[in-house]
């Protein structure tokens, strides 16, 4: 995997096909609007691009998303999240959720996992930046004219969560809750984004590798998605039109990433520099 010199690095790479080329961007699924036009290097290669390939297809699958979410992630009547946890954990993420804004009823009726994810998100708001906003969202919103096609389902996705378990759901909510993610530390990540600093990200993105069913973890939500999308990378190299592909950064970085598994069969991937930046 060459890097060039000029400018500074993005977090976006090129593949060669035979008649094509296939842009490869890492993506961070919540911004703020300063993110935004991003490097005109990302946005010539987008505009160039008659295709775009996203994990999730978000217009198109939303209805689905919705309907999995409310069959797989809440619980049935007779359960809840206080049976799930013990006391003194349930206690904690109840008041920690409570003080971001959602009320104890809607708490307890919760998943671990979907409880989890929906902490960050409101995190993440919480400190200023949104995924309405987040790069793949942006670029969705200015595909008119390209032909989107998805990597994932609706299915695959919250599988991916709910199919988890209960022990490692729970684990998962407790490091949500200890977290503490503030505006310090998201604007940490979205800096890193921008410098193109991959060991930051690393450190930022992948610090569950390090705990108990962290390895489990990392296998179901980025190795194994991993190799499905190299493979479809590897299709996409067959055709005769250019495609970009944004999936989240975290599948560029980390052991085992896209761009090791492209290598593995092959691809050499170009790291496309950014744009000269003014040092004044």
Excluded: C
Excluded at 15 to 34: C, I, M
Excluded at 66 to 81: H, I
Excluded at 152 to 158: N, P, S
């Amino acid at each position: 995997m060459a890097d060039q010199g000029a400018g500074h690095p993005l977090f976006l790479w090129r593949a060669q096909g035979a008649s094509n080329s296939v842009y490869l961007l890492g993506s961070v699924h919540f911004a703020d609007r300063d993110m935004y036009p991003l490097d005109p290097v990302i946005e010539r290669a987008f505009a160039r691009s008659p295709n775009l390939v996203v994990e999730l297809d978000l217009e198109r699958e939303a209805a689905r998303v919705a309907t999995l979410t409310m069959r797989e992630g809440f619980y049935r009547e007779g359960q809840s999240l206080k049976q799930a946890l013990p006391a003194e954990l349930y206690l904690q993420v109840r008041d920690y959720a409570g003080a971001l804004g959602m009320p104890a009823a809607s708490v307890t009726q919760m998943k671990p996992w979907l409880l989890s994810l929906s902490l960050s998100v409101l995190q993440a708001a919480a400190a200023g930046f949104e995924p309405e906003i987040g790069i793949d969202r942006y670029l969705l919103d200015r595909a008119a004219g390209k032909r989107i096609t998805a990597l994932e389902d609706a299915e695959l996705q919250i599988g991916l969560f709910s199919t988890l378990p209960e022990a490692m759901q729970v684990r998962f909510l407790k490091e949500t809750v200890n977290a503490s993610v503030d505006h310090q530390t998201v604007g940490q990540l979205l800096d890193a984004w921008r410098d193109g600093d991959e060991e930051t990200l690393r450190a930022l993105l992948h610090a569950s590798l390090d705990h108990p069913d962290g390895a489990e973890l990392y296998r179901r939500v980025f190795v194994d998605r991993n190799r499905n999308m190299a493979a479809a990378i590897l299709q996409l190299l067959q055709e005769n039109e250019d495609y970009f592909v944004v999936v989240g950064v975290g599948h560029f970085v980390g052991p085992l990433n896209i761009l090791e598994l492209l290598e593995e069969d092959g691809v050499a991937t170009e790291r496309v520099p950014g744009s000269p930046r003014d040092t004044d």
